[in-house]
């Protein structure tokens, strides 16, 4: 099965920055949505972030002008780089890639935004 691998997560302070790695395991062709969504311990898993296949990209509102996802078609990996990290950011976030064909997540990766 092809597997989404997450890295990146972590611990940092308020206003600090980090980038989310997802990389799969071995090519996936013309994936439509690429994206990342978080979950808070007893809330709603939520979208953050997506791009699409034609490069349109969008974001919740929580996290616009902070958050910028990306990613690269050779290494087969998406990126979301977050910046200017807010307490309220804290949850574990997961990669999700898909089409009409497939529909694929990542194990998650705990981010952590405390002093």
């Known amino acids: 099965q092809v597997q989404l691998v997450e890295s990146g997560g972590g611990l940092v302070q308020p206003g600090g920055s980090l980038r989310l790695s997802c990389a799969a395991s071995?090519?996936?062709?013309?994936?439509?949505?690429m994206g990342w969504y978080r979950q808070a311990p007893g809330k709603q898993r939520e979208l953050v972030a997506a791009i699409t296949r034609d490069s349109n990209t969008n974001y919740a509102d929580s996290v616009k002008g902070r958050f910028t996802i990306s990613r690269d078609n050779a290494k087969n990996t998406v990126y979301l780089e977050m910046t200017s990290l807010k307490p309220e950011d804290t949850a574990v976030y997961y990669c999700?890639?898909?089409?009409?064909?497939?529909?694929?997540w990542g194990q998650g990766t705990q981010v952590t935004v405390s002093s």
């Open positions: 071995r090519s996936i062709f013309s994936p439509y949505f």
């Open positions: 999700n890639l898909n089409n009409r064909d497939f529909d694929f």
